[in-house]
């Protein structure tokens, strides 16, 4: 009765993730039947506004965006077995390298030559918040999710003194920039369609979408197509075996989480330079703890990071729209959703696979019994 | 004199800020020397204040409110202890989910039950821990120096305050001077020999990770039922990583964990007196400078700069009986 069976690869890929992602929806359900809501009238009301009409596209691709820089960050230290928490921080730092050469280069170049340059200092700043807890981790022995934690903080402390008392827009009370000349930021997703002749509502979705499909592409050839890529999943796997195969353990830590924080960087292509066209105060808005979710459920591939981004895009937007359908439930409820699938899908991992082994297990003696 | 009062006043917020970093900290202690990581101090303590709010808000008792809160972020811990011990599941990831679980339920089911935006009900005094004032403290107060120290620093707390600093010896007590508290330790730093002596790991980090929801519970309800008047979206603000850093800083041992809860507590209550005021020589400190000190000091800890923070061995590691 209890002889367990290998669970065949499909089982292991597809019906595990699966199957957790359906049981923390069930949990969200069962949430918003305690609220006293219809969970079905919900999900109706959320599928419409997310995908709906043109605009709720718009808003849904635009957070998916921030969600795919985010999730690949945390996919690629989590493939050297590192748990980035600092996506938050990071993107957040980015905004200001983002910001800063926006804000310096804007009147002497128009928003293509720029793009390349703000791409470059929000990796770079990106990079930086991310390589002190990968350099304290791999050679003074600090845990990086202790660090992590600890520098989104920091990060938000010390934007919040730039903001206020450095680069904010002298005579005016907000914490923010100067807005970014007109030329310099991103193209809106409706001004490229208007130029097509085709008329779609004004939503913050810009051309970083593409960066970012650029972005999973290219994770996905460094970490299975590249000497660095293979050095970083095999510390993942094995670390003593990647120090006999002559890998530099240490120096792969410090570039995993360099690479990690560079991508959590480019969220500042989306916000700083495509949507907001300055930098405000917490721009990043979760999106760097949303990416756990989204690398979880992802399975940290840059095509399951993709399709799960897209579904917490879809979320936050269609959340917005639950707010206005009913009376007593808000956006909030998909922090709860966040909450559930970083539950089931991270913590909860393993739980279904012992009686999954065993149910295959039943199944396979079943037919050599016929046999 | 000037100054006397003000140091007064400043120490009687730290008292009053370092409080839920205690009992926090304290929380944190018993689990992770059991060998479980726990970053979901922070969602615990959410959880619970707005359970203690919302009973409270409801039945009018603040004991309701406090068992309440307790029960709840017991659960939460008892999710967590499922997740880590029983499905041996990653336990930075089911803290995280900890933390955002509670930080999205609660407003949820605020919104739901109060509509009120997220907040609950505002309490009335009578359905708060008040003050309490030590025996022959307005006969002392007007002693000199004794008389503030007595009356206005230690006088007129409230019970949790008090509680958290009991907290403190009777942690220490336990983990050190108890059968269960050298148990909670060996099995933080061998779960192997633990089990070879033929004592059960998992039992025994379960218990450590009620303990730990007990007191992040007595944390929440003291922000919403006793320094506050209600629970608000987000009320615990960072304050359950506070208590981990602190924990961190005093090394997982009980008093200097203390220590370190009121030093960031006194931080704090710094940051909101010194707000504009020219010091000589450093001149004006900025607030946000002195918010992120805690977190600075504990990331310079843990490189080692400044001592060493070693933690227990098996912390992050699920026990496998198996490939033991």
């Given at each position: 009765m209890s002889r367990r069976a290998k669970l065949p690869i499909w089982a292991d890929v597809a019906l595990i993730p699966l199957i957790n992602v359906t049981l923390a929806f069930l949990a969200a359900g069962v949430v918003v039947a305690m609220i006293g809501e219809n969970p079905l009238d919900a999900v109706e009301v959320l599928v419409r506004g997310?995908?709906?009409?043109?605009?709720?596209?718009?808003y849904t691709l635009y957070y998916t965006t921030n969600f795919i820089f985010t999730g690949l960050a945390v996919a690629?230290?989590?493939h050297a077995g590192l748990f980035n928490i600092g996506g938050e921080g990071q993107a957040y730092i980015g905004g200001l390298g983002v910001g800063l050469v926006c804000l310096a280069l804007d009147h002497l170049m128009p928003w293509w030559l720029l793009l390349p340059v703000a791409i470059g200092a929000g990796m770079l700043f990106g990079a930086a918040w991310a390589f002190i807890p990968g350099y304290l981790q791999a050679y003074r022995g600090s845990h990086v999710v202790i660090t992590t934690i600890m520098f989104n903080f920091i990060a938000s402390a010390l934007m919040v003194y730039l903001l206020?008392?450095?680069l904010i827009k002298p005579g005016q009370m907000a914490p923010e920039t100067r807005d970014i000349a007109d030329g310099a930021t991103l193209p809106m997703m409706h001004e490229l369609f208007a130029g097509l002749g085709i008329k779609i509502t004004q939503t913050p979705l810009n051309i970083s979408l593409f960066v970012a499909l650029l972005a999973s592409f290219l994770v996905w050839v460094l970490i299975w197509r590249t000497r660095w890529g293979y050095a970083i999943r095999m510390i993942g796997h094995n670390e003593s075996a990647a120090v006999y195969s002559g890998i530099n353990p240490k120096r792969m830590v410090v570039v995993a989480m360099a690479i990690s924080g560079s991508l959590a960087g480019l969220v500042a292509i989306n916000e700083v330079m495509g949507a907001q066209q300055r930098i405000v105060l917490d721009f990043v808005a979760g999106s760097g703890f949303t990416g756990i979710a989204v690398a979880l459920m992802g399975r940290n591939h840059p095509?399951?990071?993709i399709l799960a981004s897209l579904l917490f895009g879809?979320?936050?937007?269609?959340?917005?729209?639950l707010a206005f359908e009913f009376s007593s439930i808000t956006r909030d409820l998909v922090v709860v959703i966040q909450g559930l699938v970083i539950l089931f899908c991270g913590a909860l991992a393993y739980m279904m696979r012992g009686p999954l082994e065993r149910l295959f297990g039943l199944f396979?003696?079943?037919?050599?019994?016929g046999n | 004199m000037d100054i006397w009062v003000q140091l007064i006043s400043a120490l009687d917020s730290t008292l009053r800020l370092a409080t839920p970093l205690i009992l926090c900290a304290m929380a944190g202690l018993f689990s992770e020397r059991s060998g479980i990581v726990d970053i979901g101090l922070e969602g615990k303590m959410l959880a619970g204040a707005f359970a203690a709010a919302a009973t409270t808000a409801v039945t009018g008792s603040v004991w309701l409110g406090l068992i309440t809160a307790m029960a709840v972020s017991i659960a939460m811990?008892?999710?967590h202890g499922f997740a880590c011990i029983t499905h041996k599941g990653d336990q930075v990831v089911s803290g995280l989910a900890i933390n955002i679980l509670a930080a999205g339920l609660s407003v949820a089911l605020g919104i739901a039950w109060f509509h009120r935006g997220g907040q609950t009900p505002a309490l009335a005094s009578e359905e708060r821990f008040r003050p309490l004032s030590f025996p022959f403290s307005d006969v002392v107060a007007d002693w000199p120096i004794i008389g503030t120290l007595y009356s206005d620093l230690l006088s007129g707390h409230n019970l949790l305050v008090y509680l958290a600093f009991l907290a403190v010896p009777l942690t220490y007590a336990m983990v050190y001077k108890t059968r269960f508290g050298l148990r909670l330790r060996a099995v933080g730093e061998n779960p192997q020999a633990v089990d070879t002596a033929g004592i059960s790991v998992a039992w025994l980090r379960y218990r450590a990770v009620i303990m730990a929801g007990l007191l992040c519970g007595l944390a929440g309800a003291y922000l919403s039922i006793a320094l506050g008047a209600g629970f608000v979206r987000d009320m615990s603000a960072g304050k359950g990583y506070i208590a981990l850093a602190a924990l961190i800083f005093g090394k997982w041992r009980p008093v200097p964990a203390m220590f370190a809860c009121l030093l960031f507590g006194f931080l704090e209550a710094l940051s909101t007196r010194l707000q504009g005021v020219d010091l000589p020589i450093v001149g004006q400190i900025e607030v946000q400078f002195m918010q992120a000190l805690p977190y600075v000091l504990t990331?310079?800890?843990?490189?080692g700069f400044i001592g060493r923070a070693v933690a227990p061995k098996a912390i992050g590691v699920p026990y496998n009986k198996d490939r033991a």
């Open positions: 997310a995908f709906g009409y043109d605009e709720a596209v718009g690629v230290a989590f206020v008392n450095v095509v399951g990071i879809a979320l936050f937007q269609g959340g917005a729209e396979e003696r079943q037919s050599q019994g | 811990a008892l999710l990331v310079i800890l843990l490189a």
